[in-house]
């Protein structure tokens, strides 16, 4: 899924976009290997 299509999933204001830095990247590449 794309970030869009996931977004679409929530009511607009019922979550905070967080940049993704370098940790949050590497525990992301980690769950997707799991």
């Not at 899924?1 to 019922?14: K, P």
């Not at 993704?20 to 980690?30: C, F, L, Q, S």
């Given at each position: 899924?794309?970030?869009?299509?996931?977004?679409?999933?929530?009511?607009?204001?019922?979550y905070?976009?967080?940049?993704?830095?370098?940790?949050?990247?590497?525990?992301?590449?980690?769950?997707?290997e799991?």
């Amino acid at each position: 899924m794309s970030d869009d299509q996931v977004l679409r999933l929530f009511e607009a204001g019922s979550y905070e976009l967080v940049p993704h830095d370098n940790m949050r990247k590497t525990i992301a590449r980690r769950l997707v290997e799991a």
